[in-house]
């Protein structure tokens, strides 16, 4: 079993910057996968940004230049470095860890854009 924590979430103007961590309790993010995704209001659940075991990265279209992921050489946690924030990137952050037909989700955090 592996647990998930995502921190670094909370309120911040437009324009402004947010780095989300999402803690293991392994160092598993050598050999899994993992994604942050959001979730606004009354919208499905979406992918924002992906990093492989590899390294390889990729992002949604709606934040390509703004995020980053990146992962820390103990390949325990995993960042979301989001820059030039707007209204609609606010939601509900989860990030996800998966290897084959295992995945593990973090419990969320909500982070708000807002003047």
């Known amino acids: 079993q592996v647990q998930l924590v995502e921190s670094g979430g909370g309120l911040v103007q437009p324009g402004g910057s947010l780095r989300l961590s999402c803690a293991a309790s392994?160092?598993?993010?050598?050999?899994?996968?993992v994604g942050w995704y959001r979730q606004a209001p009354g919208k499905q659940r979406e992918l924002v940004a992906f990093i492989t075991s590899g390294g390889s990265t990729n992002y949604a279209d709606s934040v390509k230049g703004r995020f980053t992921i990146s992962r820390d050489s103990a390949a325990k946690t995993v960042y979301l470095q989001m820059n030039s924030l707007k209204v609609e990137d606010t939601a509900v952050y989860y990030c996800k860890a998966a290897i084959a037909t295992m995945q593990y989700w973090g419990q969320g955090i909500q982070v708000t854009v807002s003047s």
């Open positions: 392994r160092s598993i993010f050598s050999i899994y996968s």
